[in-house]
C-alpha cells in the first residue's frame, strides 16, 4: 500500500519557461529527488495521459492561463476520463480571481496556490507538495 | 292498506277520537273475560279427570293386593283345617284348584314357610325328604331359627325357591317376624326372587297362621303358637301388567318403597309417556306395613283427550276480530281525512290565485305609475277607468279629478267636440283615426293651456265591451334639447379641426370616418382623401398585425384605451413617429360603436432620443472594453515581469561571486525597477476593478478602522494618526481603500520624521463627510488638479516611490459612489483631503 516518496512523479503542467523552471530549482534546492515530468499546455498533457507517459502514482501542478487548453478547460477533460478522473490536481497560477478559484474547486481539486510576483512563495509550495506525498496515500 | 307520506300512520292515529278508543277497547276486554272463563272451565275439567284416573290407578292395584291377600288367608284356614297336617301333594291338589295362573296374573305363585327351630331341622329335613328326596334347607346359617319356603306351587317355575331360608335376608326376614308378631298381612320390602332371572324388583305378601285357626291375642301367645307363613311372590312388572293394560292410559306412574323403585313407567320407553304433564303429583300409601310412594302423572293421551284449544280460539278469534276493527277504523279515517285535505288544497289555491291576481294588478299599477309617459285607459263609451301618474302630472289633475270623467277635458277643440264621435265611427264602421298609430298632437292641461304630445292608442277587451289604452308622450322639451346638442356638436368640431394635435375617429372595421386637418397633412393627406379608408393605409406594413390585434380587443371590449408610441407612414412613404392615445366609445348597451384617438407627431423627438440612447449604448461598451484591456494588460504584463524578477535574482544568485560591484549595484536597480513596475501593475489592476464589485452597506468604526489600517501600513514611529470613535455606514472594503491611501500618501509625502494625522468626520442624515487632515508640506493650488489624474506623483519616483495612482484610485471609488474627493491645502500648510459619500446614514 504506502508508496516511496521518490515514485511519485510530479506533472508539471505550465507553459511559462521561467515559472517551470523555478520549481526545478525549488527542487534542488529542498534537495527533493522526485521527478518532474512538464507539459506546455493542457492539450499536451492530456495525450500525455492518455498514451500512458505519466506513470502513477503522480500529482498534477496545473497553471491555468495557457495557450490551446487552459486550466480549467484541462480539469474538465481529465475528469471525464475513466483512468485519470480521480487525478490529484494543485492549481498554480497568478489569477486571484475568485470565479477562478471557485470553478476549479467545484472540479474537486486539491489546491489553488498563488504565484508570487518574486521571492521565497514557490519554495513554500513545492515544500507543501512534498509533504502531502510523503503522507498521503494515492490512488493508483 | 297503503300510507303515503302526507298520512302516515302516526297522524292519522291521532285522528281516533273516543268513541273509537272505547269500542276498541271493550271489544278487547269481552275477548279477554271469554278466554277466562272459558279456560277455567276447561282446567276444572281436567283437574276432575286426573284425581279420578290417579284414585282409580291406586284403587286398582289396592285392589289386587286386597285379592290376594284374600286368598293368601283362605289358604292359611285351609292349612288349619288340615290340622297343619299339609303334604306336598295335597299343597300341589289345593294350590292347582286355586288356578292362579289365569285367575290373578301377576302372582308367581303361592307357597308356604314354616318356622322351626333349630333342633327340630334334621327331623323335619327328613320327613319332607320321604316325599321329595332333593329337598334341602339353603343357605346355610347359624341362626337357632331355620324359615324353609317348603311348598310353592306351581313348583315347576320355583324350584329355585324350595328349601330357600328366608331368613338369609333382612327384608324377608323382618316382614316375616312382623307377621308372626301382628298376626296380620305383611308386605317385605323391595327384593329380587330368586326365580326371577331379570333380576327386577319384587316383593313377598305374607299371611301368618297359627296353630289355632284364630289368631292369639297376646304377642307371647302368637310366638308360641306360630307355625308359618302362606306367602305369595310377586314380581313387580308382572303384577302391573296383570293388574293394568298399559294401553289408552290416561296416566303414567312410578312406585317407590323409600328409596328403592319398584316400578318406573316415567321414563320416554313407556308408550304415551309425556315429558312435559298437565299435571302430576305424589301419593303416599300404606300397604301392609310398607309405605309405597305413587307418583302419578297425566299421559300424552290424556292432553290430547282433555286439552282444550278453546279458550284459546277464542282468544285469538276475538283479536283478530279488534285488529279488523281497529284497521276498519284506519281506513274510515284515512278517507276522511285525505277528503279534508283535497278540500283545504283547493281552498288555498283559489286563496292563491286570488292573492297572485291581486298583485299582478299591483305591479302592473305601480309600474304604470313609475312609467315616464302619461298612460289613460278610457271605455268605448270615452269614460276614464285609469290614469297613471306620468299623466296626472302631465296634464295637472289629480285621480279623483280625472277618473269617470269623459275622455274630451284633456284635449283641445276642435278634438274635443268631436271626440264621442270618433269612438262611434270606429266602434261602428272601424274606422281608425290614432288605433295603432303615433299620432303628433295637442294635450290640454287642467289651467287651459295646450302643450304638444305624441299619442299612441291600442285597443282592448274587458268583460265582452272594448277599451283603449292611450300612452301619451310629452315634447315640451324635446326641440330645446336638440338645440343644445347641435351647439356642442357645433364647437367639439371646431375644437378638434382646428387642434394641431392629429384627431381621428373609425369604425368598428378599421375605417376612418373622421380626420382632422393637422393629422393629415401631417401625413401628407388631404382629409378628405383619408376619410373611409382602412387604418392600415397610415402603418407600416410589419405593423399591420399588431395594429388589428389591438383595434380587436378594443371592439371586443378587452382594452378600452391604449398609449402607446409607433410608426406612422406617410403618404411619400416615409415613417415618422407618433404618440397614439386610442379609446373605445360605446353606445347604450355597452357596445363599441366607434374609436376615437389622438396623435401627437414626436418624430423630432423620437430620433434625437433614439439616437441618444444608441450612443450611451456605444460608450457603455467602450468604457467596458477599457476597463477589460486595463483588467488584462496589467494581469499579462505581470507575468514577463516576475520572470525578469526571477532570472535576475537566479542569476544574482547563482553568480553572486563573479559579477562586478557595479553590475551588483545595476542589479539592485533592475530590481527596484522592476518592483515599482509590479507596484503599478498592480495599481493599475486595483483600479481598473474599482465599481466591478459591489460591496454591502455596513456599519463602520471609524476610529477602529484607522487603527487597523496604521498597524498594517508599518507606519513610522514619530507619526500620530488620530481618528473619532464615530461609525458611519459604508461599504467597508472601499472606505478602507480610500482610508489606506490617504493615510498612506500623508505619511510618504511628509517631509519630516514626525507628524500628525487626524481624521474627521462629519455626517448628516444623507451622508457623511472624511477628512484626512495631515501636517506635512502641502500642495500648491496650481497642483491639486495634477495630484488626482492618473500615473502623476509631485516629485520623482526615486524620491518617493509610487505608482502616482493612490489618489486617482481613492477619485474613482468615491466618485464611483457618487461622492466627491477635494484637496483643500495651502503651501506649507498641511493638507486636507476631503471626501463625501452620499450614503444615507439610517439605512441599518
Known amino acids: 500500500m504506502h508508496k516511496q516518496p521518490s515514485e511519485v512523479t510530479l506533472f508539471l503542467i505550465e507553459d511559462d519557461d521561467v515559472d517551470a523552471m523555478s520549481i526545478s530549482r525549488a527542487f534542488n534546492k529542498l534537495r527533493i529527488g522526485n521527478p518532474i515530468v512538464r507539459a506546455k499546455d493542457g492539450l499536451e498533457a492530456l495525450e500525455m495521459l492518455q498514451q500512458g507517459d505519466i506513470k502513477k502514482p503522480f500529482i498534477i501542478l496545473l497553471d491555468l492561463q495557457m495557450p490551446r487548453m487552459n486550466g480549467l478547460e484541462f480539469i474538465e477533460a481529465v475528469r471525464k476520463e475513466p483512468d485519470f478522473e480521480d487525478s490529484i490536481i494543485f492549481v498554480l497560477t497568478t489569477s486571484r480571481s475568485e470565479d477562478e478559484m471557485m470553478q476549479a474547486y467545484h472540479q474537486q481539486i486539491a489546491g489553488y496556490f498563488l504565484k508570487e510576483s518574486s521571492g521565497e512563495g514557490i519554495l513554500d509550495v513545492v515544500a507543501v507538495l512534498n509533504g502531502y506525498w510523503k503522507i498521503a496515500y494515492l490512488p493508483t | 292498506m297503503i300510507f303515503t307520506a302526507n298520512y302516515s300512520f302516526y297522524a292519522i292515529l291521532s285522528r281516533f277520537n273516543w268513541t273509537h278508543w272505547l269500542v276498541l277497547c271493550s271489544s278487547t276486554l269481552l275477548t279477554l273475560s271469554g278466554w277466562y272463563v272459558t279456560s277455567q272451565q276447561s282446567q276444572q275439567k281436567m283437574d276432575l279427570q286426573y284425581s279420578f284416573q290417579a284414585n282409580h290407578l291406586i284403587e286398582l292395584i289396592e285392589e289386587r293386593i286386597r285379592h290376594y291377600e284374600d286368598t293368601l288367608k283362605n289358604s292359611a284356614a285351609t292349612i288349619n283345617l288340615l290340622n297343619n297336617e299339609l303334604t306336598a301333594a295335597t299343597w300341589k291338589t289345593y294350590a292347582g284348584a286355586l288356578r292362579t295362573e289365569s285367575k290373578y296374573p301377576g302372582v308367581n305363585g303361592i307357597g308356604v314357610i314354616y318356622n322351626i327351630a333349630a333342633d327340630q331341622v334334621a327331623p323335619f329335613v327328613e320327613s319332607q325328604q320321604k316325599d321329595r328326596p332333593y329337598f334341602k334347607i339353603h343357605p346355610a346359617h347359624n341362626n337357632n331359627e331355620f324359615w324353609p319356603i317348603t311348598y310353592i306351587e306351581p313348583e315347576k317355575s320355583n324350584l329355585k325357591a324350595i328349601g330357600l331360608d328366608i331368613a338369609h335376608e333382612a327384608n324377608r326376614l323382618t316382614a316375616a317376624l312382623r307377621a308372626r308378631d301382628s298376626g296380620t298381612t305383611q308386605i317385605t320390602g323391595p327384593i329380587v326372587l330368586v326365580q326371577d332371572s331379570k333380576k327386577t324388583p319384587g316383593f313377598l305378601l305374607y299371611v301368618p297362621f297359627y296353630s289355632s285357626d284364630r289368631v292369639p291375642e297376646t304377642l307371647e301367645q302368637k310366638q308360641k303358637e306360630f307355625i308359618g307363613i302362606v306367602y305369595a311372590p310377586f314380581i313387580m312388572k308382572n303384577l302391573m301388567d296383570g293388574a293394568l293394560a298399559n294401553e289408552n292410559r290416561l296416566v303414567n306412574f312410578s312406585i317407590k318403597d323409600g328409596d328403592d323403585l319398584l316400578y318406573n313407567e316415567l321414563s320416554t320407553a313407556s308408550v304415551d309417556f309425556d315429558p312435559m304433564p298437565l299435571f302430576s303429583e305424589t301419593y303416599q300409601i300404606d300397604l301392609h306395613g310398607r309405605i309405597w310412594t305413587f307418583k302419578i302423572q297425566s299421559s300424552q293421551i290424556f292432553k290430547s283427550l282433555f286439552s282444550n284449544y278453546q279458550p284459546l280460539i277464542i282468544l285469538f278469534s276475538g283479536l283478530i276480530l279488534n285488529i279488523l276493527l281497529f284497521a276498519f277504523f284506519m281506513v274510515l279515517i284515512f278517507n276522511h281525512r285525505k277528503v279534508i285535505d283535497y278540500a283545504e288544497i283547493v281552498t288555498q289555491d283559489l286563496v292563491k290565485n286570488k292573492q297572485d291576481l291581486e298583485s299582478a294588478y299591483n305591479r302592473m299599477s305601480s309600474a304604470f305609475d313609475t312609467m315616464l309617459d302619461g298612460l289613460v285607459v278610457i271605455s268605448d263609451k270615452g269614460t276614464i277607468l285609469e290614469v297613471n301618474n306620468a299623466a296626472l302630472k302631465l296634464f295637472l289633475y289629480t285621480r279623483e279629478e280625472l277618473v269617470g270623467q269623459n275622455i274630451r277635458c284633456m284635449m283641445p277643440e276642435p278634438h274635443q267636440s268631436a271626440h264621442d264621435g270618433y269612438l262611434h265611427d270606429y266602434l261602428t264602421h272601424g274606422e281608425k283615426r290614432v288605433i295603432g298609430k ?407
Open chain 2, 438 to 844: 303615433r299620432r303628433l298632437l295637442q294635450g290640454l292641461r287642467k289651467d287651459r293651456t295646450v302643450f304638444p304630445i305624441y299619442l299612441q292608442v291600442s285597443e282592448g277587451n274587458e268583460a265582452g265591451s272594448k277599451i283603449f289604452t292611450g300612452v301619451i308622450h310629452d315634447l315640451t322639451d324635446k326641440e330645446k334639447d336638440e338645440q343644445k346638442i347641435a351647439e356642442k356638436e357645433a364647437i367639439l368640431s371646431a375644437a378638434v379641426h382646428a387642434s394641431l394635435a392629429g384627431f381621428l375617429m373609425m369604425n368598428t372595421q378599421g375605417h376612418f370616418t373622421e380626420i382632422n386637418k393637422a393629422l393629415a397633412e401631417w401625413l401628407g393627406y388631404s382629409p378628405e382623401e383619408l376619410i373611409g379608408r382602412p387604418v392600415t393605409d397610415i402603418l407600416p406594413e410589419d405593423a399591420h398585425i399588431a395594429s388589428n390585434d389591438n383595434l380587436i380587443n378594443m371592439i371586443q371590449g378587452h382594452v378600452n384605451s391604449i398609449h402607446l408610441e409607433k410608426q406612422y407612414k406617410r403618404k411619400d412613404g416615409a415613417l415618422v413617429w407618433g404618440v397614439l392615445s386610442a379609446s373605445t366609445v360605446k353606445d347604450k348597451i355597452g357596445k363599441v360603436c366607434y374609436i376615437v384617438a389622438q396623435i401627437i407627431n414626436i418624430d423630432e423627438a423620437k430620433r434625437l432620443s433614439l439616437r441618444l440612447s444608441a450612443q450611451n449604448l456605444e460608450l457603455e461598451r467602450s468604457n467596458e472594453e477599457l476597463d477589460q484591456f486595463a483588467y488584462v494588460a496589467s494581469h499579462d504584463l505581470k507575468a514577463p515581469l516576475n520572470a525578469i524578477s526571477k532570472l535576475a535574482g537566479w542569476i544574482e544568485e547563482d553568480c553572486l561571486e563573479v559579477i562586478p560591484e557595479a553590475s551588483k549595484e545595476h542589479f539592485d536597480l533592475l530590481k527596484s525597477r522592476v518592483s515599482r513596475m509590479a507596484k503599478l501593475l498592480d495599481d493599475l489592476l486595483l483600479f481598473s476593478r474599482v465599481g466591478r464589485v459591489s460591496h454591502e452597506y455596513e456599519r463602520v468604526n471609524i476610529q477602529q478602522l484607522t487603527k487597523n489600517i496604521a498597524t498594517l501600513q508599518d507606519i513610522p514611529t514619530g507619526f500620530i494618526c488620530t481618528a473619532p470613535d464615530i461609525s458611519v455606514i459604508a461599504p467597508k472594503i472601499p472606505l478602507e481603500q480610500v482610508l489606506r491611501n490617504l493615510i498612506g500618501n500623508a505619511v510618504k509625502h511628509h517631509p519630516d520624521k514626525t507628524g500628525h494625522i487626524n481624521i474627521s468626520i462629519d455626517t448628516n442624515p444623507d451622508g457623511f463627510y472624511l477628512r484626512v487632515i495631515d501636517d506635512g508640506a502641502g500642495i500648491p493650488q496650481h497642483l491639486h488638479a495634477k495630484a488626482c489624474e492618473m500615473f502623476q506623483t509631485l516629485r520623482p519616483r526615486d524620491e518617493v516611490e509610487g505608482s502616482g495612482m493612490g489618489l486617482a484610485l481613492c477619485k474613482k471609488i468615491i466618485e464611483g459612489y457618487g461622492g466627491s474627493l477635494q484637496i483643500e491645502s495651502e503651501e506649507t500648510k498641511g493638507t486636507t483631503i476631503v471626501t463625501y459619500l452620499p450614503i444615507p446614514q439610517h439605512l441599518i
